[in-house]
């Protein structure tokens, strides 16, 4: 029986899955996830039921970056299934550009191009094409999937794809791609099966983690998205800005001197949650702080997410349910009570008690819009196109 490896490389994490392939649905055999790379990097080990097999806190060396990250999941994969016969492993590669809109077998030539997507998506896509790499050296045999956050925004009208900025600019590649569509994916094919009444008509996904943004989906596809170009924009996020004015760019430019690479370093890794509270850029930290300045981080991202909710509702004509995912969407009712309270004028009415149990369902019957907590799974989105493109 052959194996499917996935790699899903975040700013701050990677996850990691062994999966066996065969009719159906690829089946987990194993997933992990190697959170907070660069600080105090832990790796956790799941079951196929949930149970949790192993929490490790990893040595220095394996906790400064995504290289280290990346071989402390292939040992755990390896010493607990040494008899697995990998035959394809699946890559999260956050840009695919205008070209690649489907999931690809990765070749020398499609690696080149997606290098060129490195200005991008400067805080993934290195680390995604590292991963990459790796996998290439440790399985040389198998083949290699690249599976596009990019790819499930490219239904797009052009209103919600362009920039107000002379065509040429478009034509060249400057638009909005929009991120977080494999997460995205798999939500709609859930709610296909959870809600298929719902999955049909109007829904603001808010998929909330290190890095955040919002979908809104008509009939299960993508219509707008808070991110654009790059990974910056939209909602703030755990070390990214999200939504600023251009004009302070200049401002940083003209009066602080700063460069190209400072503003990047300043917007990428030093705003956002971290940026505001001058304490972390993981809510679990601020949630747990009597810090004020922590205090103001959390209000202002929920601001920006009902900011958001109100500008996709406008952009689907209306909203019939709203659907929380991502590490923050999934875990924190304080995040969604703060997001949903006072909602009402939309018809988001919440149950403070089934938002307190993150119950699959947590608005109230007294709303007319139906507001779940469903868990994203964007490595078996990228195992079922590995095992299509293996297959083949």
Same mark, same amino acid.
């Given at each position: *029986?052959?194996?499917?490896?996935?790699?899903?490389?975040?700013?701050?994490?990677?996850?990691?899955?062994?999966?066996?392939?065969?009719?159906?649905?690829?089946?987990?055999?194993?997933?992990?996830?190697?959170?907070?790379?660069?600080?105090?990097?832990?790796?956790?080990?799941?079951?196929?039921?949930?149970?949790?097999?192993?929490?490790?806190?990893?040595?220095?060396?394996?906790?400064?970056d995504?290289?280290?990250?990346?071989h =402390?999941?292939?040992?755990?994969?390896?010493?607990?299934?040494?008899?697995?016969?990998?035959?394809?492993?699946?890559?999260?590669v956050?840009?695919?550009?205008?070209?690649?809109?489907?999931?690809?077998?990765? %070749?020398?030539?499609?690696?080149?191009?997606?290098?060129?997507?490195?200005?991008?998506?400067?805080?993934?896509?290195?680390h995604?094409?590292?991963g990459?790499?790796?996998?290439?050296?440790?399985?040389?045999?198998?083949?290699?999937?690249?599976?596009?956050?990019?790819?499930?925004?490219?239904?797009?009208?052009?209103v919600? @794809?362009?920039?107000?900025?002379?065509?040429?600019?478009?034509?060249?590649?400057?638009?909005?791609?929009?991120?977080?569509?494999?997460s995205?994916?798999?939500?709609?094919? !859930?709610?296909?099966? *959870?809600?298929? %009444?719902?999955?049909?008509?109007?829904?603001?996904?808010?998929? +909330?983690?290190?890095g955040?943004?919002?979908?809104?989906m008509?009939?299960?596809?993508?219509?707008?998205?808070?991110?654009?170009?790059?990974?910056? @924009?939209?909602?703030?996020?755990?070390?990214?800005s999200?939504?600023?004015?251009?004009?302070?760019? +200049?401002?940083?430019?003209?009066?602080?001197?700063?460069? =190209?690479?400072?503003?990047?370093?300043l917007?990428?890794?030093?705003?956002?949650?971290?940026?505001?509270?001058?304490?972390s850029?993981? *809510?679990? %930290?601020?949630?747990?702080?009597?810090?004020?300045?922590a205090?103001?981080a959390?209000?202002?991202?929920?601001?920006?997410?009902?900011?958001?909710?109100?500008?996709?509702?406008?952009?689907?004509?209306?909203?019939? !349910?709203?659907?929380? %995912?991502?590490?923050?969407?999934?875990?924190?009712?304080?995040?969604?009570?703060?997001v949903c309270?006072?909602?009402?004028?939309i018809?988001?009415?919440?149950?403070?008690?089934?938002?307190a149990q993150?119950?699959?369902?947590?608005?109230?019957?007294?709303?007319?819009?139906?507001? *779940?907590?469903?868990?994203?799974?964007?490595? +078996?989105?990228?195992?079922?196109?590995?095992?299509?493109?293996?297959?083949?």
């Amino acid at each position: *029986m052959s194996h499917l490896l996935v790699l899903n490389a975040g700013s701050s994490s990677l996850k990691f899955g062994l999966f066996q392939s065969g009719p159906g649905d690829p089946q987990a055999l194993v997933t992990g996830l190697v959170e907070r790379i660069g600080g105090a990097a832990r790796l956790v080990l799941t079951g196929p039921d949930g149970d949790r097999l192993a929490q490790t806190d990893l040595p220095a060396r394996h906790a400064q970056d995504h290289h280290g990250a990346l071989h =402390a999941a292939l040992a755990e994969v390896e010493t607990r299934f040494p008899e697995a016969e990998i035959t394809a492993v699946g890559h999260r590669v956050v840009h695919g550009g205008r070209d690649f809109a489907d999931p690809m077998e990765l %070749t020398p030539d499609v690696i080149a191009r997606l290098e060129t997507l490195v200005p991008f998506a400067p805080l993934h896509q290195p680390h995604n094409l590292a991963g990459v790499q790796a996998a290439m050296a440790e399985f040389p045999q198998a083949r290699q999937v690249a599976c596009f956050d990019t790819a499930f925004h490219r239904s797009h009208p052009f209103v919600n @794809d362009t920039f107000a900025l002379p065509r040429a600019y478009y034509d060249k590649g400057v638009r909005r791609y929009g991120f977080h569509g494999l997460s995205y994916d798999y939500i709609s094919g !859930a709610l296909a099966e *959870m809600a298929p %009444t719902l999955h049909k008509g109007r829904v603001v996904v808010a998929h +909330l983690g290190n890095g955040a943004s919002m979908c809104g989906m008509l009939a299960g596809r993508s219509l707008a998205s808070t991110m654009g170009f790059s990974a910056l @924009d939209g909602l703030p996020m755990g070390t990214r800005s999200g939504q600023v004015d251009p004009g302070v760019l +200049l401002y940083l430019m003209e009066q602080e001197g700063m460069d =190209a690479a400072a503003i990047s370093d300043l917007l990428y890794k030093k705003s956002g949650l971290l940026g505001l509270s001058g304490i972390s850029h993981d *809510m679990r %930290t601020l949630e747990e702080s009597d810090d004020p300045h922590a205090r103001q981080a959390i209000d202002y991202f929920t601001f920006r997410i009902r900011r958001e909710l109100g500008g996709l509702a406008a952009a689907l004509d209306g909203l019939d !349910a709203v659907v929380f %995912t991502g590490g923050i969407g999934e875990n924190s009712a304080r995040i969604r009570h703060q997001v949903c309270s006072g909602m009402g004028w939309i018809g988001i009415e919440l149950d403070e008690d089934a938002n307190a149990q993150n119950a699959s369902v947590i608005s109230s019957d007294l709303g007319r819009v139906r507001v *779940m907590v469903i868990p994203t799974n964007e490595e +078996l989105v990228i195992a079922r196109a590995a095992a299509r493109l293996a297959g083949g």
